[in-house]
């Protein structure tokens, strides 16, 4: 099972010690630097198991090349995860590995990436995202093991444990996916998966709890919407807030496994605690303008513009149905959502791209891109102003798999 789990990530992803060692993975003085990071992944041939790099860079237009050597180690089947705060945490391999530690970085004076400190995670807990409360406490996800670990960002040394093993529907497990706080509520996504890492039913859950105490106020349920799977647990922006205080939830379903087992896109309105019932994107029914097959089967990567606007890279098996590697097939198409109206229409002149190579971004007035498609490996952008596009702005060595903008 742990095969299909991995592409999930791919296409989606005991004793706690602080350690002293900034100079650990650090980039070497010839490092590049800049305020731009993204990160590529380098697969063996099957696309099932590589590795991951991340970088800093000051421009990704002028088809500049960018190769790995400048970069630092990444775990692969992640992507790292940047704060508010500045801090940028990088995690171990989705699927475990030799180094199990919880990275932050920061880029410093000179805009290069310069270590912070780490912490030690339990075995096989598939980190994958990371809230800041404050300034000293933060949430990770230890998504197969129904953990939470509280942690203290400036000193990397774990506070507490929120157990969420109670939350489990029946021969099920109870995944923490991705969060978001608002009011004073950490939201998080909850994965009820069975042992195929697939959900039971066509439903959503979240649980609530108070960033106070970290105590649960509830688990909230919705079986009416039809949708299930509450974020997707590598993408910490799979959940959101907009300028209206409404809260957003991208929902996977069942990647499109399971006929009926739906993915969409659910609200929370502002102020309230449950799901909002009048509101749903079903990729079921709904169809995306422009797309070459009939239906999408979910969103793999979403990254929110404002005044309603989404951009996302919808997955969709039949844009390549005859090839049989899921991981390098070519079936993400970049799409944008207008939320409020819920309509949603591919970006006509964008390339698709396969499940590595999902980068997605705002920089200034661009939403930019990185694909993997049938002419080269790199980025994109779409100005949100006026609607051109720009291809094969930069190219990258591997599959371009995040990108931020500072």
């Known amino acids: 099972m742990k095969v299909k789990h991995l592409f999930l990530a791919a296409i989606f992803a005991t004793n706690f010690v602080a350690c002293d060692d900034k100079n650990d993975d650090n980039n070497s003085p010839e490092a590049a630097s800049g305020n731009i990071l993204f990160s590529t992944t380098v697969t063996n041939p099957d696309g099932s198991s590589g590795s991951g790099y991340l970088q800093a860079v000051s421009s990704i237009d002028g088809g500049i090349n960018y190769d790995n050597s400048n970069a630092i ?64 406490k ?71 709890y108070d960033v106070s105490t970290d105590k649960l106020i509830k688990k909230i349920r919705n079986t009416t919407l039809g949708v299930c799977g509450p974020t997707r647990p590598i993408d910490n922006e799979s959940i959101f807030e907009d300028e209206k205080g409404d809260i957003y939830v991208n929902c996977t379903g069942s990647f499109g496994f399971i006929p009926g087992f739906n993915a969409g896109i659910v609200r929370i309105k502002k102020g309230e605690t449950e799901f909002d019932e009048s509101y749903v994107i079903n990729f079921a029914n709904d169809k995306i303008s422009g797309l070459s097959c009939e239906y999408a089967n979910n969103l793999m990567m979403t990254r929110y513009a404002g005044n309603g606007k989404l951009f996302g890279y919808a997955y969709a098996m039949g844009l390549d149905p005859t090839n049989t590697n899921t991981y390098i097939a070519k079936v993400m198409c970049p799409v944008i959502i207008d939320l409020y109206n819920k309509t949603m229409k591919v970006i006509d002149g964008l390339p698709l791209s396969n499940g590595h190579g999902v980068a997605m971004g705002k920089c200034g007035n661009k939403m930019v891109f990185g694909s993997a498609n049938n002419e080269y490996n790199g980025f994109c952008a779409y100005d949100l102003l006026t609607g051109e596009i720009t291809t094969k702005t930069a190219t990258v060595t591997g599959f371009p798999s995040f990108f931020y903008s500072f």
């Open 73 to 136: 180690p990444l775990g692969f089947g992640s992507y790292p995860c940047v704060c508010k705060s500045g801090n940028i945490y990088v995690f171990p391999d989705y699927m475990g590995g030799t180094e199990l530690k919880l990275k932050r970085y920061i880029l410093n004076s000179s805009q290069k990436l310069e270590l912070q400190g780490s912490m030690e995670l339990p075995a096989n807990s598939s980190a994958a995202i990371v809230t800041e409360a404050s300034d000293e």
């Open 138 to 208: 933060a949430y990770v996800c230890c998504q197969s093991l129904d953990l939470i670990i509280v942690f203290n960002p400036k000193t990397m040394t774990k506070i507490s444990r929120i157990d969420l093993s109670s939350l489990r529907n029946e021969g099920l497990a109870a995944y923490p996916g991705a969060m978001c706080i608002r009011d004073g509520i950490l939201f998080v996504g909850l994965e009820q998966y069975n042992s195929s890492w697939m959900p039971n039913e066509n439903a959503i859950e979240m649980a609530l």
